[in-house]
């Protein structure tokens, strides 16, 4: 069990490497700070949020996030909106054609991605699904 443990543990690790090398090359192709370009996967997963929600998802201070909105609304990936709900709240928004533009970057990785998990049938992706559940913060 031990070196079952171990193989997955490396095997997360060989994963999460791979995903911030990955990212940080698609960043600086686009122009963008290597965190930058995680607030667009956070807006991709949990839809538009505050930037004070942006804050707890990523741990960085309020005032880091507003430079990163700013970086990536002067870039055109995304938009500062009013809440309909409550105008007083502004809402970090993905702007239109953002996700064309980062499509093409990320292709490959969401084939194989597709490939994989259509090996598995529905018992072992509901055990991979609240594996990763208890490992990705909401």
């Not at 995304?78 to 709240?89: C, F, K, P, T, Y």
């Not at 993905?94 to 998990?117: F, K, S, T």
Request: proline share 4%; hydrophobic share 45%; no cysteine.
């Amino acid at each position: 069990m031990d070196e079952l443990r171990r193989e997955v543990t490396e095997g997360v690790l060989r994963m999460i490497a791979s995903v911030v090398l990955h990212n940080h090359a698609v960043a600086q192709e686009l122009g963008l700070g290597a965190s930058d370009s995680q607030f667009l996967t956070l807006l991709d997963v949990h839809g538009p949020l505050t930037p004070g929600r942006l804050a707890a998802l990523t741990g960085l201070s309020t005032g880091t996030v507003t430079g990163v909105v700013d970086r990536l609304e002067r870039a055109g990936f995304v938009e500062r909106v009013r809440d309909a709900g409550d105008r007083r709240r502004v809402l970090v928004t993905p702007a239109e054609g953002a996700g064309a533009v980062l499509a093409p970057h990320y292709r490959e990785q969401a084939e194989h991605l597709d490939a994989v998990l259509a090996r598995r049938d529905d018992d072992e992706l509901r055990v991979i699904a609240a594996f990763l559940a208890e490992l990705a913060p909401r």
